[in-house]
């Protein structure tokens, strides 16, 4: 009697013993062959990889060498990728959750020295390669197997480094020492050490192009993507990101005019591209820092490029949204700070609504005192104007400008100008006559006092927008215009 009691104890653990032994090997094969099959199904990429461990308590998957390659279903289809990475980990997955809500569940994911390389571009991918290395590491991820965009995490980081990529027109280089992305329902989205690279020289890159455009050098060390929400993006389709910030951006522009326009270029003023885009959005707060912006341009007649640069550049704006039942209701204003060559002080305003459809706008803002041969570099070269001496004590400016003109007016408090002409060489033979016609210019158009007081002359801003160039130029030209007509230029 005593023997068949302890043989009905002992069966509970030979069968324990038995499953121990058995089941394990039975499992990992079976799940073993269900991860190859379910790999080889897929159409869009292939895998291959070296090993692949299962471990069954916890569940943990791992592929050592896994290489992945994009399947080019269609023309359409994805760009042309390649990834090699040394081990890819998916580690504490949950039985229970996949058995009873068909759900699949892990504690983390983990990849680490990841390379990246887009080859093939898509129609309308923007870069014809890219290479990167990749990291990545998610924490409690959770998505039910009918409903992808349902996932949830706790955690997760991202890095993108080493990042480089050309772009498809083959004028330009983008490179990026990392992109990170962390957080959970919101993201943090950081790009280090942006820049964007020419692949031509200065006086090379308009030829190549065949027609007129500017030559951008742009390093940006720092851009801050704070409170992504993540769920708003991804079921509504609709961006939703807390600030935007920019840190120490430097641009260089250049733009050779000897080169012809293209008679097809349209520029599109920033209103209407936000106003029409596709996606809906809103960004609580820009800002820009210790920003600086260089502009060069070679006249037709020119021995140099002229000059101007601006910097200390800061600005704020809030409240940015293309979507018509936002609070805003299209309004956005931006407050904008920084020095002229390095001296004069700028503050400017601008006011546009988004939903203007003649796209209206009003920028208005004062230039500080300065001393004005410090803009040789631009006038020399542009206005073929020699400023000898010259203090401006101020400049204040308002404007009101649309799809096609600006208006609005002008004060230049400024005293002892003495300028003269740059007198052209092209014709020796005229260069007599010209010298007269410059002396009496010189003596007579431009004035040398313009104080407050009964001589005091207001200038007049009316500029016809050149629709072939940006939304620069025609601020530049709109301003200019007022000090051509202050001073008779």
Do not use: C
Not at 105 to 131: W, Y
Request: proline share 4%; glycine share 4%; aromatic share 12%.
């Amino acid at each position: 009697m005593k023997l068949k009691y302890f043989l009905w104890l002992l069966l509970p653990v030979v069968f324990s013993l038995l499953i121990y032994i058995f089941l394990p090997p039975v499992l990992e094969s079976y799940l073993r062959e269900t991860i190859t099959e379910k790999l080889k199904e897929n159409k869009v990429v292939s895998l291959d990889y070296d090993e692949l461990s299962i471990n069954l308590l916890p569940l943990t998957i791992s592929f050592k060498n896994l290489g992945l390659t994009t399947n080019q279903v269609n023309q359409d289809s994805l760009p042309h990728i390649t990834a090699q990475f040394p081990e890819i980990k998916i580690s504490g997955i949950s039985y229970s959750a996949y058995i009873l809500d068909k759900t699949f569940s892990a504690k983390q994911i983990s990849i680490e020295r990841g390379k990246v390389q887009v080859s093939k571009r898509k129609k309308h991918f923007p870069v014809d390669s890219l290479n990167a290395l990749l990291a990545f590491h998610v924490k409690d991820l959770s998505f039910p197997k009918n409903d992808l965009k349902a996932f949830s995490f706790d955690d997760h980081e991202i890095r993108l480094s080493q990042i480089s990529a050309k772009t498809v027109d083959g004028f330009y280089q983008l490179n990026f020492e990392e992109i990170k992305s962390n957080g959970a329902k919101k993201l943090d989205l950081s790009f280090k050490n942006f820049k964007l690279i020419p692949q031509y020289p200065r006086y090379e890159f308009s030829r190549k192009k065949g027609f007129q455009t500017d030559r951008s050098e742009v390093l940006i060390p720092a851009i801050s993507i704070h409170q992504i929400h993540l769920d708003s993006l991804l079921n509504q389709h609709y961006f939703h990101a807390s600030a935007i910030s920019m840190d120490s951006m430097q641009v260089n522009l250049f733009r050779d005019k000897n080169v012809p326009m293209n008679p097809d270029r349209f520029v599109v003023l920033p209103q209407q591209i936000i106003r029409e885009m596709s996606l809906k959005f809103t960004i609580d707060s820009i800002s820009l820092s210790n920003g600086m912006v260089t502009y060069e341009e070679l006249k037709p007649d020119g021995k140099a490029p002229g000059k101007v640069f601006f910097d200390g550049l800061n600005a704020t704006s809030h409240a940015l949204s293309n979507d018509p039942n936002h609070f805003s209701n299209g309004q956005l204003d931006i407050k904008a700070s920084g020095n002229l060559m390095g001296k004069g002080s700028v503050t400017a305003d601008f006011h546009f609504n988004i939903f203007r459809e003649d796209n209206q706008f009003n920028f208005k803002g004062t230039i500080g005192e300065m001393y004005l041969p410090q803009l040789n570099p631009m006038v020399e070269n542009v206005a073929f104007v020699h400023l000898k001496s010259g203090q401006m004590k101020k400049m204040e400016f308002s404007v009101t400008a649309n799809e096609n003109f600006s208006i609005g007016n002008l004060n230049f408090y400024y005293h002892d100008l003495h300028a003269s002409m740059i007198h052209p060489k092209k014709n020796e033979n005229a260069n007599f006559f010209k010298k007269i016609i410059f002396d009496l210019m010189e003596t007579l158009i431009i004035p040398k006092e313009n104080i407050a007081g009964k001589k005091f002359r207001k200038g007049t801003i009316k500029f016809n927008r050149d629709k072939q160039k940006s939304i620069v130029n025609y601020w530049w030209k709109s301003i200019f215009s007022g000090i051509q007509s202050t001073v008779g230029l």
